[in-house]
């Protein structure tokens, strides 16, 4: 299934977050804090501003981002969870 954001919103897959410690603990996924950091998988077309225009949006498919810990809505779509947010809800991009 694909899917096309509406206007200034994103769709963002997650990144897998490191499940050691830095002594080499293993962290259940139970007990594993969700990371605040994805890459941007499909992007609207933009905010359609009060005169009338459509402002494009500053990220593109392939960014990685970080967003909030309680940001956008997940959603499953083919067995993975996804994240759609507005771009507002973007904190930064990942450089480098």
Same mark, same amino acid.
């Given at each position: 299934?694909?899917?096309?954001?509406?206007?200034?919103?994103?769709?963002?897959?997650?990144?897998?977050?490191?499940?050691?410690?830095?002594?080499?603990?293993?962290?259940?996924?139970?007990?594993?804090?969700?990371?605040?950091?994805?890459?941007?998988?499909?992007?609207?077309? @933009?905010?359609?501003?009060?005169? $009338? =225009?459509?402002?494009?949006?500053? #990220? /593109? %498919? @392939?960014?990685?981002?970080?967003? $909030? =810990?309680?940001?956008?809505?997940? #959603? /499953? %779509?083919?067995?993975?969870?996804?994240?759609?947010?507005?771009?507002?809800?973007?904190?930064? %991009?990942?450089?480098?």
């Amino acid at each position: 299934m694909k899917l096309r954001p509406l206007h200034d919103r994103v769709i963002i897959k997650r990144l897998d977050s490191e499940r050691k410690t830095a002594s080499g603990i293993v962290i259940p996924d139970a007990a594993a804090e969700k990371p605040d950091q994805g890459e941007i998988l499909a992007v609207g077309n @933009g905010k359609v501003g009060d005169d $009338g =225009k459509v402002r494009p949006l500053g #990220v /593109k %498919v @392939g960014d990685k981002v970080l967003f $909030g =810990k309680y940001s956008g809505q997940t #959603v /499953k %779509v083919d067995g993975d969870e996804l994240l759609v947010m507005r771009e507002e809800d973007i904190m930064a %991009v990942v450089e480098g």
